[in-house]
């Protein structure tokens, strides 16, 4: 009776434990996430190593920042791809106030809002409500963060689970709590976003066609400048662009291009402050031709493509006579 009791207990507990389903990948994922119902919580894409600012703060200034790198945008624009191909529809962005995260979202689905919350450190409660916030029916809500707010608060994630351009999946659980349902890998959304431009779905609802706002072309290598002076003063005036800091273009008017008394160095920089705030940096994509003191290079901006011409200066040695930028669409 007692080995009877026993088998008994035994097989009862087997019915009431719950049992953890198996963690979402790939495709599967993607098919789940296209009824909405989800929260994608996002780490975001990779970012220049080579600067780091203190834990938890916003500097000010881009140059203050560890910013993405064009590693990172390929990788946020890939996103972007994987989004269309599946028709993953959003009703809800938002984003750490950094611009890497910023600029993550952007490049992936589209403008995100701004919140602290996704940046604090240490993480606090507040940063577990907002993930474990429902998304409105039919939908799915994109959270670009750090990897802290993701090791903190979404179960099942351990430092060094989440790399940068890769997220965890979460749906609100019915004790009121967060629920891991399945991960996307840097390899993960390469692997998806194969053979896209063949895919066909039906258009996404709610925050708009993601990635639209990007050129479909992005190199799989960086772009390598030629070796000659008009070389030299392109990419010069593609990293002071990029750099978000009137101090640096400042640098760079002064000293590499021609001096015009027409055009004032505090006319020139109310124009760049201006094109910064619209487009932000400069990805090169491509050299699209060089001639005789002129080259002309592509870029890819958070606005779209860009086509960059610099003419160097036949009077003054070593200086670029002008610096034209044609954004599309603009």
């Not at 140059?63 to 809800?92: H, S, W």
């Not at 063949?198 to 639209?212: E, F, I, L, R």
């Not at 008017?253 to 619209?278: C, Q």
């Amino acid at each position: 009776m007692l080995q009877l009791l026993t088998t008994l207990s035994f097989a009862a507990n087997l019915l009431t434990t719950s049992v953890t389903p198996p963690e979402l990948r790939g495709e599967a994922l993607m098919v789940a996430l296209r009824n909405g119902g989800y929260t994608i919580v996002l780490r975001h894409a990779r970012t220049d190593r080579s600067y780091r600012e203190e834990i938890g703060t916003v500097p000010a200034s881009r140059t203050q920042q560890r910013n993405l790198n064009d590693d990172g945008v390929r990788d946020a624009r890939l996103m972007g791809v994987v989004f269309r191909k599946y028709a993953i529809p959003f009703g809800e962005v938002l984003a750490s106030p950094m611009f890497r995260t910023m600029e993550t979202a952007e490049y992936a689905v589209g403008p995100a809002a701004p919140t602290m919350v996704l940046r604090a450190f240490p993480s606090a409660d507040d940063a577990r409500k907002l993930i474990s916030v429902a998304p409105k029916p039919g939908t799915n809500r994109l959270l670009v963060t750090h990897h802290f707010i993701i090791e903190t608060h979404v179960p099942g994630i351990k430092p060094g689970d989440i790399g940068e351009s890769e997220a965890a999946v979460v749906r609100p659980s019915p004790d009121g709590g967060i629920e891991l349902v399945g991960r996307i890998l840097l390899a993960d959304w390469q692997a998806l976003a194969a053979d896209a431009a063949s895919t066909s779905g039906a258009a996404p609802q709610g925050h708009g066609a993601p990635g639209a706002n990007v050129p479909a072309e992005y190199p799989s290598a960086p772009v390598v400048f030629p070796q000659t002076t008009l070389g030299h003063l392109a990419q010069a005036y593609v990293q002071a662009f990029s750099s978000g800091d009137t101090a640096t273009m400042r640098r760079f008017i002064e000293s590499s291009l021609e001096v015009d008394a027409n055009r004032p160095v505090a006319d020139r920089l109310t124009r760049y402050a201006e094109l910064f705030a619209d487009n932000g940096p400069l990805h090169i994509t491509a050299i699209e031709t060089t001639v005789e003191r002129e080259i002309t290079v592509v870029a890819l901006a958070k606005r779209g493509g860009v086509r960059l011409t610099v003419k160097e200066s036949g009077q003054q040695q070593g200086r670029a006579a002008s610096v034209t930028l044609r954004f599309e669409g603009q």
